[in-house]
């Protein structure tokens, strides 16, 4: 199993943060577009090679972001119509989210067996995600699904203000 940080900074206007492993050595690098149309996450690994990129689409009647990973789109998060408490669904072949992720505490499950969770660390400056890996060779959808869940909690937010 291999643990991974994810670590916002409070206040950040460049949109940059990091995924950390349990040394505190970077990983991963999240950078999302200021002021481009659509919005956009790419997320960099050490060597600066992109493992997954996070797209807001613009014309949608409801929010809707997609996820690529190694290049190929693979995970699809869209808004359901609800009057009262928001309602999102994820759609992704095999792939599954179990457990309360606008808590930032779930699974991920991959043909319903687990590959990763998440849980907020709650005694932290900023958010603070603790990414537990269980299915190493899917690395990269979990960090990719873990910063797209956490784009449209921000999303989400930014527009009830």
């Known amino acids: 199993m291999k643990q991974l940080f994810i670590k916002q900074k409070v206040f ?3 949109e940059k943060f990091t995924v950390k492993d349990e040394q505190e050595r970077d990983q991963y690098f999240v950078e999302g577009s200021f002021f481009k149309i659509p919005k956009t996450f790419s997320i960099l690994d050490t060597e600066n090679q992109e493992i997954g990129m996070i797209t807001k689409k ?3 009647f409801l929010p809707t972001f997609l996820v690529e990973v190694d290049g190929r789109e693979s995970v699809m998060i869209k808004k ?9 669904a994820i759609e992704a072949e095999g792939i599954d989210v179990q457990g309360n992720w606008w808590e930032m505490s779930f699974d991920i499950l991959r043909h319903g067996t687990v590959i990763g969770s998440v849980s907020k660390q709650w005694l932290s400056w900023g958010d603070t995600y603790q990414v537990d890996i269980l299915d190493e060779t899917m690395e990269h959808l979990i960090i990719s699904l873990v910063v797209a869940i956490d784009c449209v909690k921000a999303d989400q937010s930014s527009s009830r203000e």
């Open 80 to 88: 359901e119509f609800t009057f009262f408490k928001p309602r999102y």
């Open 12 to 14: 950040s206007l460049s």
């Open 58 to 60: 613009t014309f949608s």
